[in-house]
Structure formats: C-alpha cells, structure tokens
C-alpha cells in the first residue's frame, strides 16, 4: 500500500496551523463562547437535512462542518486533512483504499460512530430512482467492505489518485447507519453543533456540541444562528445594523458603505467559483455547436466583470478549472468578445437572426439579472436577440435549473479538476448541467483519474479545458471572488478557504468571537 500525493497536500493528520503575525497559530488566539450570526443567502423552503439536496450556500454551510462531518476536509490553505477518517492507504493502482475511521465519536443521539455508518450513508447516493450529486462519486465504488468497526475499505472500478478529495465533498454527511431518515427529519449528525431549530428557508440554529472530538482544535461558538436572507440589500442591511454578524456576497454597488463603517470589515478570496450560462446541448438550437460558438463570442467578457463583479474577479474561458486548481490553462487562448465571428457561425448553423430565450433571476448569483442584460445588449451587434425570462427565485434551482433549455447559474468550483469535470461534465451525471456529452472528453477523463505522472496529468487536462471551451455547452464569461463582509465582533484565521464561500463553508468550526 502506498500513500498517494497531490500537489503535497493529501495528509492524514490535522493541517499545520496559520501562523499569525505573533508566531503563534492563530487557533492559539481563538477562545470559546458568544453566539454568531449569519445572514446567508441560498436558502429555499423545500432545504432539508438530506445532504443529496444541498445545493447552495445556506444548506452547505449548515450540513457539513456544523451539523454534519465528512471522512475528509479541505483544509483553508488547499491541504487534505482527515475528518472521521483519520489515515488512509491505497494500493500502487490507486483502485483500492483502506480508510482508518476515528474512535470514540457519537452522533448527537448517543449512537456511536464506525464503520457500517459509512457504508450506509455512502449507499444512499447510489441505487434506482435516487438523485444525488454525489452519485457519480459513489457509483465510481464496486465494494465497499467493513474490515473492523474502525476501518473500511474501498475497491473502485478504476484507479481514482483524488479519492480521498472527492471524499470531502458536502454531498456525503455521515449519517447514523439504521436511523437515516430519522437524522434527515431532525438533523443528527457527529458535527460541533446540534440543531435546536430548525425551519427551513427561514432560519436554523444549533448549540456546541460538550466533549467533541474537535475540542481545543475547532468549534468556538457557544451556539450559532442562520438567518435566510437571499435578497442582497436587505442582506447589506442586516449587517449595518447588527441584526448578523456576518454576511455572504455583498453588494459591490454599496461596498462604500461597508469600507465607510469602523464596525465592519469585508473579507475576500480568489478561489475557482464560476458565473455560467448553461445551456442543454440536447435542445435546439443548442445541440448545434456553432450556435454555442457564436454565443460565447456574443459576450462581452470584460464588461461584465467591470460592472456586475466591480473588478472582483477575472474574466472565464468558457471552461470551469479556476486558477485555485492546479492545472489551469492559463494559456488557454482567450475567447474574446467578437460579433463578427458570432455571426460566421450563426452562418454555418443556417441560423442568422437567431432569437433564443435566457432564464434568469438573482438567485442564481449576485447580479445575474444585470449580467443577462449586458450579455442582451452585446449580443445584438451580433444579430442575436437574447429574450430575457425573469424566473422566481424561490425555486429557482429547483424549477429552472436543469430543466430550462438555457439559464443563469453558478458554480463554487471544487479543489480538484477531476472532481469538477465529474460533478458537472461526466455523461449522465445529475449535475450535467448541459447534457453535453463529447466522446474525447470522457476518455480524458478516464485517464487522468489514473495517470500519476504531473507532466502527462496536466496534458489532459489542459485538452479538457480546450475541448469545453470550443465545444462545451456553458458560456463561462467570469470567475467570481469570494467576497463577504462581517462585523468587528467577529475573528476568523489570517487564511480563508477559496472552495466555497464563508472559509469552505466552514466559519462555524473556524471562526470565533474576536
């Protein structure tokens, strides 16, 4: 067995600590107690407990970290870290992982933690009729075996190096094996917070957890509120007043207002999140790649992160490796606005004049509905007329997303290419939010998962993010900084997570009382 390693980061024990400018870590500095406040967006009235649904800020940051555990963490600086699992082995193919789990941990009822807990809560993304984000992950795994209560063992159905990352991700909450819909209706988990209340779309709130096994490392809050706050000015408000403590995605139109109060402070990092507009390559006229050509050159890149980002970003490439990834092709040759060339392939589709319908709401992400209409107005040069749709935004992930033939949507970015691609550009699965499948993308795929060599890995998957940007079906006109703001009230590590928002989602367990 050997122990594999990506970019040095795959580590088994806890991550070294941040050194503040004292020299000392800054976890040295964090000290318990107070009650936090957090003005979160993302929230819907049908949000539950069931990790397989989680699929924007509010449920991420409320399932795993705070309710919920993974086997495995990002940690702030990039680094894998053990969560309930606490080593891990493979074999020289990488097909087969050994997972030593951590003792001693009970779920919020008294239920002890081990091994048949994994196997049961892995299962449950996999099996007829289930729709879980993570499936592709899960269904990836031809055995799984409990070798001791302490320690299972997963043989894949192809060498996978980022297994342990893919881990990680928020889909796949450990849940007390025999009582699964039992902890989806009251939300018991293994987390450093247990759910007082909960009502969904409206608020949660969770207390600390006594005798945790993160005692002294993480988990400083006495107890926690989330409050659902999708629209962003009443969010800005919130936060003037000191109704929360901390928001997500500010308004950068009012940003003044924030750097203007001594009681506030904006927090801000550059990660791999992504605004898009996909489109199901299965409908028309989008299943023909020359109108996907042309509206990729009907956007004016540029002007959208000038005046929807306000310079809190950079402009994307019609594919959805960021520059917090490894191999981002950053050499990639840059799609540019062009109506000259939008409207040669509108010729070469037979389709000059085209008109074509935009869904769009807020909801989506901050200034999706002004994004829409700048990419309205730039593509008329083009002899394209976009027909903006103004969608609901209760609902809209649920009722637009994936369902409407081309939309607004976002995309936090995940920490390794292969599981970005997986999520979302996999044929079949549920995430594939254009249903575009490209025979030479899916064999790339296979092979990167099993090719160790660093020099022949990112060959691949350079030509990956080549072959989305000239045939994919997501128009990618921008990556997005996390940016949100918080009160003096509140303390976090001098290094903050750039996977998702809010510290990895995770600023309940990293976060303190300043």
């Known amino acids: 067995m050997v122990r594999i390693s990506r970019r040095g980061l795959l580590t088994s024990g806890a991550a070294a600590g941040v050194l503040a400018a004292s020299g000392l870590p800054l976890r040295a500095q964090a000290k318990r107690g107070g009650r936090l406040v957090v003005g979160l967006n993302g929230a819907n009235t049908s949000d539950s ?26 940690a702030a600086d990039g680094s894998l870290k053990g969560e309930l699992a606490t080593d891990w082995e493979a074999s020289s193919d990488a097909k087969t992982w050994t997972f030593n789990l951590r003792q001693g941990v009970t779920f919020h009822n008294g239920k002890p933690f081990g091994a048949d807990d994994v196997i049961e809560s892995l299962k449950m993304h996999v099996g007829e009729g289930v729709k879980s984000a993570a499936q592709p992950i899960v269904s990836a795994i031809s055995e799984m075996k409990k070798v001791t209560d302490h320690q299972v063992q997963f043989v894949l159905e192809q060498g996978n190096a980022d297994f342990p990352y893919l881990l990680s991700d928020y889909h796949l909450l450990m849940y007390p094996a025999g009582q699964i819909e039992e902890s989806i209706a009251n939300g018991i988990g293994t987390g450093l917070y247990k759910v007082v209340s909960f009502d969904p779309g409206v608020r949660f709130v969770g207390e600390r957890v006594d005798s945790h096994y993160k005692d002294g490392e993480a988990g400083w809050f006495d107890e926690v509120e989330f409050i659902a706050i999708n629209d962003i000015t009443a969010r800005m408000n919130a936060l003037l007043t000191g109704q929360v403590d901390v928001i997500t995605d500010i308004d950068f139109k009012t940003e003044s207002l924030l750097k203007a109060n001594p009681q506030t402070s904006i ?17 028309a006229p989008f299943d023909d790649v020359n109108v996907r050509r042309a509206l990729k050159y009907a956007v004016n890149r540029q002007e959208l ?19 917090a990834n490894q191999y981002y092709f950053d050499d990639l040759e840059q799609t540019s606005y062009d109506p000259d060339q939008a409207k040669f392939y509108l010729k070469e589709a037979g389709m000059e004049g085209l008109s074509v319908d935009l869904s769009v709401s807020n909801a989506a992400f901050t200034g999706a509905t002004d994004a829409a209409q700048l990419y309205q107005a730039s593509a008329k040069a083009a002899g394209i007329t976009i ?34 691609f997986s999520s979302a550009y996999e044929t079949g699965v549920p995430w594939n939010d254009t249903h575009w499948d490209q025979p030479r993308f899916q064999e790339l795929l296979v092979k990167g998962r099993t090719e160790f060599d660093t020099d022949k890995r990112r060959e691949i998957y350079h030509e990956m993010q080549k072959i989305l940007n000239e045939d994919g079906g997501a128009v990618i006109p921008m990556y997005a900084n996390f940016v949100g703001a918080k009160t003096n009230k509140v303390a976090h590590p001098e290094t903050i997570g750039n996977v998702y928002k809010v510290d990895n989602a995770r600023l309940t367990e990293r976060w303190w009382m300043a």
């Open 305 to 323: 992160v000038d005046k929807i980002l306000l310079g809190h970003g950079a402009v994307g490439n019609d594919h959805p490796i960021g520059p």
């Open 387 to 420: 027909n903006l749709v103004q969608e609901p935004a209760d609902g809209y992930w649920s009722n637009v997303w994936l369902k409407k033939p081309w939309c607004a949507a976002y995309w936090s970015g995940r920490p390794t290419e292969d599981l970005m």
């Open 267 to 283: 927090f801000e990092v550059t990660g791999n999140q992504h605004f898009t507009f996909p489109m199901l390559t299965d409908v």
């Open 49 to 74: 407990w069931d990790a397989r649904t989680h699929s924007d800020i509010f449920m991420n940051a409320a399932g795993l970290g705070t309710v919920y555990d993974a086997l495995t963490e990002v």
